[in-house]
């Protein structure tokens, strides 16, 4: 009875990203029918909006693919270490191709609401045309990086100049040839986009809030005969990303920044300089993400690099970060530090001199006032749970997720996947998981290869739902936050943290523990008939 007529389906996924792609593909190929909707007109999510120029992925192109086909990987040969957005999508195109998944996606469709209908027990799922769908299973798979932030100065609708945000890019190339650009924001958007937009523009201000760490990146072409080799050994290489921290296959030297010389400690961090690489400074020791002093040794050496780039002592100045080393995401960059050595090129200390206000030229601080053509807005995302509140979503008794998570009491999820209240609703790299830590395409095999192994759980047993249990994610919220408390990354004012969208509830977001550490407790959870969840027994006979 369920068909794509009468909108039933078994499974609704939110989001064709990496995520819900595989989604759609491991339950298609188990026979569940499955609908993915999807804001924009194709698939590619992160990927399909950040189109600025500069895009790239921090994890290297030979881990951030998917590893569940062999013949996938097989048939694809990325460019370079760290690929551009472009090809970042091709690959996805290929992807949607080679599994014919886009006949099962409906593009330019929102999601605006999903209730858990407790009489049926199925959700009811609206979207923004009015379409009302009714799926057993409603599965988020909305990505952590998806709801833009877009700061809400005086006067934003008052300049009559272009106005973009690095999460929303035009489809069309933007050219910003002999034009007067301001961007705001220095994360790893801004970071990127910077050294790019500032070889088009005529001239490129940038206005910093908080100086940031960031490494050369060291990209490169890949040579055949790496290639092959990674192929030959991919097995084991997937074991140790999914056995890993972070969902690369490297791992944290066992020692103690405080126990080498610092001549030897020097030598090791030029090393990993050199080297290039998301989490190479990290792991040069054991304690850089623990220890304050061990911490300071590596933030001290990153100052000294950027003191060196860059020529007018001033600027070297304002660049300077002074929070702990890695606990805002680690920035890999392509000669970021050296734009500023450009005459074209001018750096904002925003921290002192606060924009006040948008003006129809360009933009107001307290104490200058500055012209533009085109204005970029490189300042990040409501990031984690900030998609999940784009959309209405009830469960039990009418519960919204945005009141149980957004108003001020501790947010609340089990295993990052499923949260009391809202049964049979999944959530692919949700909250509390190592996901937005991680080579996001670990987390989200691992997320979408659980999920679809509980469905086919709950359909060999008959069972109608399945719901966290209060106890449980209590337990592992507090599990998620001592961890987290261990660490030096609640004391720096981050997006994991929920300190840069204001008003939004303080607490670390996500669960520190590693991939590896958390794929076990997964499992174990499963193994243990998925131990922390309540079940209920179906009295129909579940369709295959
Ligand atoms: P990020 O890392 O959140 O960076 C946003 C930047 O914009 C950062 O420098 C912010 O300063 C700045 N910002 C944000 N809001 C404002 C306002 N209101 N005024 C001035 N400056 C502001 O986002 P990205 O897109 O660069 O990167 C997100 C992730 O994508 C990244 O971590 C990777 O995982 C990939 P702040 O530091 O908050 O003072």
Not at 54 to 83: H, K, P, Q, V
Not at 343 to 366: A, C, F, Q, Y
Not at 437 to 449: A, C, D, G, T, W
Request: hydrophobic share 35%.
């Amino acid at each position: 009875t369920r068909n794509h007529e009468a909108q039933v389906f078994d499974a609704v996924v939110v989001g064709a990203g990496f995520s819900g792609l595989y989604m759609l593909h491991r339950l298609r190929e188990l026979g569940y029918s499955v609908r993915v909707y999807e804001a924009g007109e194709d698939v590619g999510g992160t990927w399909y909006w950040n189109r600025y120029p500069g895009a790239r992925c921090d994890i290297e192109s030979i881990y951030y693919n998917y590893t569940f086909s062999e013949e996938l990987r097989n048939e694809w040969t990325w460019s370079s270490r760290y690929a551009e957005q472009p090809e970042i999508l091709r690959y996805i195109n290929f992807v949607a191709d080679k599994l014919d998944l886009r006949r099962d996606i409906q593009f330019k469709t929102r999601i605006t609401s999903a209730t858990f209908n407790e009489k049926n027990k199925n959700w009811d799922i609206q979207t923004g045309e009015g379409n009302t769908i009714t799926a057993k299973y409603f599965i988020t798979a909305l990505g952590c990086l998806s709801a833009s932030n877009m700061p809400n100065f005086k006067g934003m609708d008052r300049f009559k100049g272009e106005l973009y945000h690095t999460g929303k890019w035009p489809h069309e190339k933007v050219d910003f040839t002999g034009k007067k650009v301001g961007i705001i924001g220095t994360g790893s958007s801004g970071i990127q986009a910077i050294p790019v937009i500032a070889q088009e523009a005529e001239h490129l201000t940038v206005f910093q809030r908080t100086p940031q760490f960031s490494a050369p990146a060291e990209n490169h072409s890949y040579d055949p005969e790496f290639l092959q080799k990674v192929k030959e050994n991919y097995h084991e290489i997937k074991q140790q990303m999914i056995a890993s921290m972070h969902g690369v296959p490297s791992f944290p030297r066992d020692k103690s920044a405080l126990k080498d010389s610092p001549e030897e400690r020097q030598r090791v961090f030029e090393e990993a300089w050199d080297k290039g690489g998301l989490f190479t400074l990290m792991y040069t020791y054991n304690d850089i993400g623990f220890v304050k002093e061990a911490n300071d040794t590596v933030a001290e050496f990153v100052r000294s690099k950027i003191a060196q780039t860059v020529e007018n002592p001033e600027v070297a100045e304002m660049l300077l970060p002074t929070y702990y080393y890695g606990t805002k995401r680690p920035i890999i960059d392509t000669n970021y530090f050296q734009t500023y050595n450009r005459k074209n090129v001018t750096l904002v200390d925003i921290k002192s001199d606060p924009i006040d206000e948008l003006t129809s030229k360009g933009l107001r601080t307290k104490e200058s006032e500055y012209e533009f053509d085109a204005l970029v807005f490189a300042t990040g995302f409501d990031a984690i749970t900030g998609p999940f509140f784009k959309m209405d979503i009830r469960g039990k008794d009418g519960i919204s997720l945005k009141e149980k998570w957004a108003e001020g009491a501790d947010l609340k999820t089990y295993l990052g996947i499923a949260t009391a209240g809202f049964p049979n609703m999944f959530m692919i790299t949700g909250p509390q998981s190592p996901s937005v830590l991680s080579n996001m395409l670990v987390s989200i095999e691992q997320h979408v290869e659980w999920i679809a192994d509980c469905i086919e759980y709950l359909r060999e047993n008959n069972l109608e739902t399945i719901e966290a249990i209060p106890e449980a994610e209590v337990a592992w919220s507090q599990q998620c936050k001592i961890i987290a408390e261990m660490s030096l990354a609640t004391k720096t004012d981050s997006w994991y943290m929920g300190a840069n969208i204001e008003g939004k509830p303080r607490g670390f977001m996500a669960f520190l523990g590693g991939v590896g550490l958390y794929r076990q407790i997964c499992d174990d959870v499963a193994a243990k008939e998925y131990e922390g969840f309540s079940v209920t027994t179906s009295s129909k006979i579940v369709p295959k």
